[in-house]
């Protein structure tokens, strides 16, 4: 947590008056003890971050067109005047007032052709919204397991400090009564302050990973977290023909492309139909001033737009229509091969770390402690040499830290997955596992 940090920096100022400088602790840094749950950090960053928000509130401003594209041409309404006449007439011989209103009908269709564009359009918004959603999901994820793994590192870290400050010690004592070497004791007490300074770095990547779900979260970016539940390690089976079929039916990207392909197609129908005529219906009222009512004549009449006069115009909307439809179902074909593909190379992704997990948490790992536990006993007894402690508490330390490693990797490989699929888990596995194995 970022009050961590800050005790880190005051503490020296206040310890010494108390305390020798002998009896400073190597190190400050305390995790916290409440837990951060990952539901707990999807529901935030769903409820609460404004990437999301935006684009919501764009998929709903599509859904608007809808109607206006269905609606049909305002309609006119006017009045005519007579403002001077400059030949002698009777009075009742020509009108000098007249009130009309004016409606075009869609005879054409155009209209209904339109909102299905728009309608297809705001289906598509909706896919691009909810792949948002994955990423932002998605990268959530990958941050709370990047935080509990940088945990983790970091008592990683302690453990091999704690070790070498116990050999140092031996060490040391074998220097009193001349068993051990100067040089010796040097190498495992540099060795000790490059642990130290690791720690400070596993520190900072705690502080970035924590500032970035609280950006994710819409929170502070110095708000208190928890600290991440150790994550169990859970076994899936994956078969690529499964995976890519639900990810070709799920895919938000794929499901956009296709929506898209109906408004173009819509939008192409209504610009082959711009060819059709659509009469407009036209209601007047007119008034003689030499009468005396209030409207002498009634009339009704009906016009047409003539579009033919307007061939390059109308030709060309048809040939750009004909072109956009085209494009989108190129877009969607590039974006099949490129699904199958990227499917591929994330379960190799996801096979690799398995099996990079499975072998360090059965073979490399367990002996590489045993490995040093031996080296201590053989050093305590004088049987074996520092270099060789040393070697082996380094070696026991890395595959430790990857082990760590691999299981984050492939935790945040299989919710890129998800991302990608557009579905979760469940939906693409072929078996899986009831019993995860916990984490050594």
């Known amino acids: 947590m970022k009050s961590n940090y800050f005790c880190r920096l005051l503490l020296p100022l206040v310890l010494p008056a108390a305390l020798g400088a002998a ?19 999807l ?12 684009a919501g509130a764009a998929w709903r401003a599509l859904r608007e067109r809808v109607a206006q594209q269905r609606a049909w041409d305002d309609p006119r309404a006017g009045v005519d005047f007579n403002v001077a006449r400059f030949v002698s007439v009777p009075a009742d ?15 054409a269709g155009r209209n209904k052709l339109r909102a299905r564009a728009a309608a297809s359009e705001a289906s598509a918004g909706g896919e691009e919204y909810r792949q948002r959603q994955l990423d932002l999901l998605t ?20 453990r091999s400090a704690a070790f070498l400050e116990q050999i140092a010690e031996a060490a040391r004592h074998k220097l009193e009564s001349g068993q051990e070497t100067q040089g010796g004791v040097l190498t495992a007490e540099t060795d000790l302050a490059k642990l130290d300074e690791s720690a400070f770095d596993l ?50 990207a794929l499901l956009a492309a296709a929506k898209k392909i109906e408004a173009a197609r819509a939008r192409l129908e209504a610009s082959r139909r711009n060819w059709i005529p659509e009469p407009s219906l036209r ?33 060309s909307a048809t040939r750009e229509n004909r072109e956009l439809l085209s494009g989108a179902r190129y877009e969607l074909d590039s974006l099949r091969a490129e699904t199958a593909a990227m499917v591929r190379e994330q379960l190799t992704k996801i096979e690799t770390f398995h099996h990079h997990y499975e072998l360090f948490r059965d073979k490399v790992a367990p002996l590489a402690r045993q490995s ?34 691999h299981l984050t990797d492939y935790q945040i ?24 194995k916990e984490n050594p």
């Open 413 to 436: 490989a299989l919710a890129d997955l998800t991302s990608l699929a557009g579905t979760p888990l469940s939906e693409m596995t072929a078996a899986s596992t009831s019993n995860p």
């Open 203 to 252: 520190e900072r990547q705690v502080a970035d990973e924590e500032a970035l779900l609280n950006t994710l979260m819409n929170h502070p970016a110095d708000a208190p977290l928890g600290r991440p539940a150790p994550p169990p390690f859970a076994e899936v089976v994956l078969r690529f023909d499964r995976v890519e079929a639900a990810a070709l039916a799920h895919r938000p």
């Open 93 to 107: 011989s020509f009108s000098d007032q007249t009130l009309f209103a004016e409606q075009t009908i869609p005879m």
């Open 43 to 54: 529901g935030e960053v769903r409820t609460n971050n404004p990437s999301l928000k935006g």
């Open 283 to 315: 209601l007047a009222a007119e008034r003689y001033n030499g009468a005396s009512q209030a409207v002498d004549d009634v009339m009704a009449g009906v016009s047409f737009d003539l579009p033919w006069f307007q061939h390059e115009k109308y030709a």
């Open 139 to 158: 990268k959530a994820q990958a941050s709370y397991y990047r935080l509990a793994n940088a945990y983790g590192q970091w008592e990683i870290n302690r």
């Open 372 to 405: 040093i536990e031996a080296s201590r006993v053989s050093y305590e007894s004088g049987k074996t040499g520092l270099t060789q402690v040393l070697a082996a508490q380094h070696n026991a330390q890395e595959s430790d830290s990857m082990l760590l490693q």
């Open 23 to 41: 009896d400073l602790p190597h190190h400050l840094f305390v995790p916290p003890s409440e837990v951060l749950s990952l539901d707990w950090v």
